[in-house]
């Protein structure tokens, strides 16, 4: 899988840095050359269907969005609005990660997979479920979700995340 954003320069999108502990800002100008008019700047990254079917050797980053404050002093908490675009390219309906991990061409020994930086092996529903025990360790509950959805085709695994991250108003 892959996205591709495009945000307007209130900015807001932040990817996260495992190794230094730190949340960074992805800059919605941050090409030096000069820019015209028709200029757009995307930010493309690998998604974790594709990050685990190449065992990690294209890593997919955690990112959020946040809502850029109005001002820039420190009275003013009001939110701005903010504006983007994202565009998810899946796989083909009905194709699992067993289907591809069969076909493909990266090696098997890269190293070991840190499935517990994979968002798509987390609950992230608003009230957790109770699937998994408080005292179970993050790497081996999302290496046991990663065992439950490997032969599921990944349109029903989406569509089981996009339930999780729905909110309601």
């Known amino acids: 899988t892959l996205t591709v954003v495009w945000q307007d320069n209130s900015g807001g999108l932040q990817t996260y840095c495992h190794e230094c502990d730190k949340w960074s800002d992805v800059n919605s100008s941050s090409l030096p050359a000069a820019k015209d008019d028709h200029t757009v700047d995307l930010f493309v990254h690998v998604g974790d269907f594709l990050s685990l079917v190449t065992r990690g050797k294209y890593p997919s980053p955690r990112h959020r969005v946040l809502c850029p404050l109005a001002g820039n002093g420190s009275d003013n908490n009001e939110k701005q609005s903010r504006c ?45 479920s109770s699937e998994c025990g408080n005292d179970e360790p993050l790497s081996s509950s999302s290496r046991r979700v990663y065992d439950r959805i490997y032969d599921i085709p990944f349109d029903k695994v989406i569509m089981e995340k996009w339930g999780q991250v729905q909110r309601s108003s």
């Open 84 to 128: 983007s675009l994202v565009y998810f390219a899946y796989p083909d309906r009905g194709l699992a990660l067993a289907d591809v991990g069969r076909h493909t061409l990266f090696e098997k020994n890269i190293g070991p997979v840190r499935y517990e930086r994979y968002s798509l092996l987390h609950d992230q529903s608003a009230e957790k």
